[in-house]
């Protein structure tokens, strides 16, 4: 067999392999090319496997980073959808939560924008968006609407509540959502009614300035929940059609729907009537709900009619609530409500029991002329006190004369 001395290789080959050749000076040429090959690939594979393991440790560091830092939402952006295209386009801005001021401030819209769509009949949807100028129906061409049979009832009050034939349509929906209008919203015409054919939503927007759409016809649902009005918020003689919420909404200085008239259910629970609210002459057709409602100021509901059931449950009265000549024709519930200051139901008449002795009155309650089913007053706290007191004077007078009858006959 050939022999031949084999130098060190470290230069050509690792580490491991030199030194195991130094330690091996006369090897064989076959056992030379098999230890050589098989070093090598082990150092290979070695080498191959920290590269695939290097790799999936850093795609995986990767991944764990992106979605920390970049979480899936945020790859909608601001502004979710734009204005629609076309001839029926409408005005369409959907600001996501995410959105900072500035970005708002940047696609914040004007009033007149607003107003333009309405006047051309499309929709407006806005989110998040806020709404720079007033906003004024009285741009709206006003129109002489054709006579149309009506009922009785409607011909009875229509000179009063509907402002004559003159109308201005909104023909479209309008909705204003989770958006801060810095303006006023305005409907001045005491000649004319504004009747909005699509559905009303402000649900969470924010009303910087006053809001007047009194003699307003809303044929479809009109959604205030989780609104705040600065300033006053008035329908006055309004016509609602359908279902009107105001769930925690927050209303201001005034509110005021004298003589208005809700065909569908009406829901204010927990609202704030910060300052006067006004509900006079306000005929519910459907089921009310004031339930948690908070009166900060006087409160007026004289002359209202409940045709269905309205519940008064745990609301609470700051100051003077009047309830004259109203007329509770279905169930009334007042179980809870605290009456912080006076409470007035004269000539008031309460068609089914009321339950006015669970409510709590820090004042005697007027029922002066009241007509109700039940002959006794309500026993609130005021009057059951008294009734205490009464009683309790009764026993002592009647135990000090005994004590001196007992006295004399010693």
Not at 48 to 63: E, F, G, I, P, T
Request: proline letters at 4%; charged letters at 20%.
């Amino acid at each position: 067999m050939d022999r031949f001395y084999a130098p060190p290789l470290k230069s050509s080959i690792p580490a491991a392999v030199s030194q195991y050749l130094q330690n091996s000076t006369l090897l064989s040429l076959p056992a030379i090319w098999i230890e050589l090959s098989f070093t090598i690939a082990c150092v290979t594979r070695y080498a191959d496997l920290r590269k695939q393991l290097w790799a999936r440790w850093h795609m995986a560091l990767v991944l764990i980073i992106t979605i920390v830092i970049c979480p899936p939402e945020a790859d909608a952006g601001c502004v979710a959808k734009g204005p629609a295209t076309g001839i029926e386009a409408g005005l369409v801005i959907h600001l996501s939560s995410s959105c900072t001021p500035a970005e708002r401030e940047a696609h914040a819209v004007r009033g007149e924008a607003v107003m333009d769509a309405i006047v051309r009949g499309h929709p407006v949807d806005l989110i998040g968006v806020i709404v720079r100028g007033d906003l004024v129906f009285d741009r709206l061409a006003a129109q002489t609407t054709s006579r149309s049979p009506v009922p009785a009832s409607e011909k009875a009050n229509r000179a009063d509540r509907a402002g004559g034939d003159r109308q201005r349509i909104v023909r479209a929906a309008l909705s204003l959502k989770d958006s801060v209008v810095s303006g006023a919203v305005r409907h001045r015409s005491a000649d004319s009614t504004l009747r909005f054919e699509g559905a009303v939503n402000f649900y969470g927007s924010h009303f910087k300035e006053g809001v007047d759409l009194s003699r307003s016809v809303f044929q479809e649902p009109v959604e205030l929940s989780a609104a705040t009005f600065d300033k006053e918020a008035y329908f006055v003689q309004g016509q609602f059609a359908g279902q009107m919420d105001c769930q925690d909404t927050k209303f201001g200085s005034s509110t005021r729907f004298h003589r208005s008239v809700f065909r569908g259910s009406v829901n204010c629970t927990g609202a704030l009537f910060d300052g006067m609210a006004e509900f006079l002459e306000v005929a519910f057709e459907q089921p009310a709900t004031f339930e948690r409602s908070r009166f900060g100021l006087g409160t007026g509901f004289s002359g209202s009619r409940f045709k269905s059931r309205v519940s008064f449950s745990d609301a609470i009265f700051s100051r003077e609530t009047f309830f004259g000549f109203a007329a509770f024709e279905g169930e009334s519930v007042f179980a809870g409500a605290q009456f912080l200051g006076s409470a007035d139901f004269s000539h008031a008449e309460f068609k089914q029991q009321d339950d006015l002795a669970k409510a709590r009155f820090d004042q005697a309650p007027i029922f002066t002329q009241t007509k109700r089913l039940e002959s006794a007053p309500p026993a609130g706290i005021f009057q059951a006190w008294n009734g205490q007191y009464a009683l309790t004077l009764v026993f002592l007078v009647v135990a000090a004369l005994l004590v001196a009858y007992a006295v004399r006959l010693k």
